[in-house]
């Protein structure tokens, strides 16, 4: 989160996300900013019932128009977005557990029973377009993305318009995610066809300098 707009996401989510976002997240767990650690960082929790639940309501959520504006705001404010999803381990922490983890431990231990898995949502991560787009530039991403965060190859806000033109000539050539525009939907992944996109913590090491390659593209410095 941009420092100091942790109000102002809060007054998003109540203003104009709530509502539109409940038929496909209605399983809240909670909301939480920290108050040690990482400064102005949000974490939502939320039960889904396996990974297939939880790709059906997430990919669902962001295919509903009405919620492109509140996506656009918000991730004005968001600096990076990390997504994650969590199984609970089959040990009892409490049991024996030092007195001064009671608390961490207990917290845990009461959503473990009330929530068969758990999905943690920290704002904060971008996707990736890496080296095996390069002299391919196929547009199935663009096409999909609910926010045209995806461009290039020349032009940075052309959502990828000049690779649709059928003289166009891929060779040394490759699209570009704004970090500062996506919203981690993850949507353009799976169009791929030569599955060069990936999840910004999640990119082959081989591919690291695709990282460096998207943000300076955008004219901004990578994390």
């Not at 991730?75 to 983890?101: C, M, S, T, W």
């Not at 609910?146 to 040394?172: N, Q, R, S, Y």
């Not at 995610?177 to 030569?194: Q, S």
Request: proline letters at 8%.
């Amino acid at each position: 989160m941009e420092p100091g707009h942790i109000d102002a996401f809060d007054k998003a989510q109540i203003d104009s996300g709530f509502d539109l976002v409940k038929p496909y997240m209605d399983r809240l767990v909670g909301y939480f900013s920290t108050r040690t650690g990482v400064s102005d960082q949000i974490v939502h929790l939320y039960r889904y019932d396996d990974l297939d639940d939880w790709n059906k309501r997430l990919r669902g959520l962001y295919h509903v128009p009405e919620l492109t504006p509140y996506f656009v705001n918000t991730r004005k404010i968001v600096r990076r977005q990390q997504n994650g999803f969590y199984e609970p381990l089959p040990i009892d922490p409490i049991n024996g557990a030092p007195h001064k983890n009671a608390v961490k431990f207990l917290l845990i231990r009461m959503l473990l029973i009330l929530h068969d898995k758990l999905r943690i949502i920290h704002y904060n991560m971008t996707y990736i377009i890496t080296d095996p787009c390069v002299g391919t530039c196929d547009t199935a991403c663009v096409e999909v993305c609910p926010v045209d965060c995806i461009h290039g190859p020349e032009d940075t806000e052309g959502a990828g318009e000049e690779a649709k033109d059928p003289d166009f000539d891929a060779t040394g050539k490759q699209l570009y995610i704004n970090p500062e525009e996506c919203i981690d939907c993850g949507a353009c992944e799976p169009e791929c066809p030569v599955d060069a996109i990936y999840d910004e913590d999640e990119v082959p090491e081989e591919y690291d300098n695709s990282i460096g390659a998207n943000y300076e593209f955008f004219g901004q410095d990578a994390p």
